[in-house]
């Protein structure tokens, strides 16, 4: 499952990048980080949203309800009515912060 939630963190790191790319000053689509393979919801986020979810590598953005799909060991930190910011802990918080791509890049 962290696994599947990291690989869509992945994606929406190459979003980000691109709407950075542009200057794109409006909320960018991005991928649902809930656990669920064949999930496909969208949130649309402003790009210093993203940064604030981004801000620790065990977060993830999920649509509301989906955080059921993230299994135990977590806590919803931001709570809006488009999107939940959770927090993960224990192994799956461990997988998720080897896996950050902003972790990866600094060399950590």
């Given at each position: 499952?962290a696994e599947?939630?990291?690989t869509?963190?992945?994606?929406n ?5 691109r709407?950075?790319e ?60 488009d ?13 998720a ?10 060399g950590?």
């Open positions: 499952m599947n939630e990291a869509f963190r992945d994606a790191e190459q979003i980000q990048l709407a950075r542009l200057n794109f000053d409006e909320r960018v689509p991005f991928i649902c980080e809930c656990g669920e393979p064949s999930c496909k919801e969208i949130i649309r986020l402003t790009l210093e949203e993203y940064e604030q979810a981004r801000a620790e590598g065990t977060r993830f953005f999920v649509v509301p309800g989906h955080e059921v799909n993230a299994g135990p060991g977590v806590e919803i930190v931001v709570r809006s009515d999107h939940l910011v959770i927090e993960k802990d224990g192994v799956a918080g461990e997988v912060e080897r896996r950050d791509p902003r972790q990866q890049a600094a950590r």
